[in-house]
């Protein structure tokens, strides 16, 4: 299986700040890579696909890149709304699998 | 736009089997674009995914779930099941019905609200 090393475990943010989540994955998986965002209660939300394409309707305050098998995932003028768990994903092999994700808090 | 919406019992017993439904609104069943898949997050735990199905019949499984679950679709009644034998407190669970995008990178567009499925002994 190709594991996704996800970091940090948490974070926690103030309005306004920039975070970055960050995934290793243990082998290339090109572009084959989304990131999500999941609130209590609600539909898991897709917020970057391709590595780094903003998914439609997600503000542009999220942004995402590669490097070789490196993924990131960066939040600028964080919000409180943007308290959640962030997952990495990989769809290039069978069995998909995720990150371990990253709970965002704002203080 | 896809809508879905995750179906049935919230608890089940341990040994027994578990079965859900995830209706399907707002775009057809039988289109070639998506596969239909589940995925559930455990307690403390990340996102696992369950397995998927195609609009041909055609299913992929997780193999660490594999000899325990079957993904089916019902075109007629627009819906996709999920059925886990043999569950065990470790099956419990959020459980979401997701579509997987065959093109785009395969993004998972659209999510259910999830349903919490808790076995008991």
């Known amino acids: 299986d190709i594991q996704l090393t996800q970091s940090p475990p948490s974070l926690s943010a103030s309005v306004g700040d920039r975070v970055t989540i960050t995934c290793q994955a243990s082998e290339n998986i090109g572009n084959y890579f989304s990131w999500y965002q999941l609130k209590v209660g609600e539909a898991p939300k897709p917020l970057i696909y391709g590595a780094s394409s903003l998914q439609s309707g997600v503000p542009l305050r999220f942004s995402a890149y590669r490097l070789g098998t490196q993924y990131s995932l960066s939040i600028n003028n964080v919000q409180p709304e943007d308290s959640a768990i962030y997952f990495c994903q990989q769809t290039l092999n069978i069995p998909i699998t995720f990150g371990q994700g990253t709970r965002l808090d704002i203080k | 736009q896809v809508h879905l919406q995750e179906s049935g019992p919230g608890l089940v017993k341990s040994s027994q089997t578990l079965s859900l439904n995830c209706a399907v609104s707002?775009?057809?069943?039988?289109?070639?674009?998506?596969?239909w898949s589940w995925v559930r997050q455990t307690a403390g735990q990340g996102l696992e995914w369950i397995g998927r199905?195609?609009?041909?019949?055609?299913?992929a499984y997780n193999p660490s779930l594999q000899s325990r679950v079957t993904v089916s679709m019902d075109t007629s009644k627009r819906h996709f099941s999920l059925r886990l034998t043999s569950v065990t407190a470790a099956d419990t669970a959020m459980y979401y019905c997701?579509?997987?995008?065959?093109?785009?990178?395969?993004?998972?567009?659209?999510w259910g609200q999830g349903i919490l499925v808790t076995v008991s002994s």
């Open positions: 199905v195609y609009s041909t019949g055609r299913t």
């Open positions: 997701a579509t997987q995008d065959r093109a785009n990178s395969g993004r998972f567009d659209f």
């Open positions: 707002g775009d057809s069943i039988n289109t070639g674009a998506y596969y």
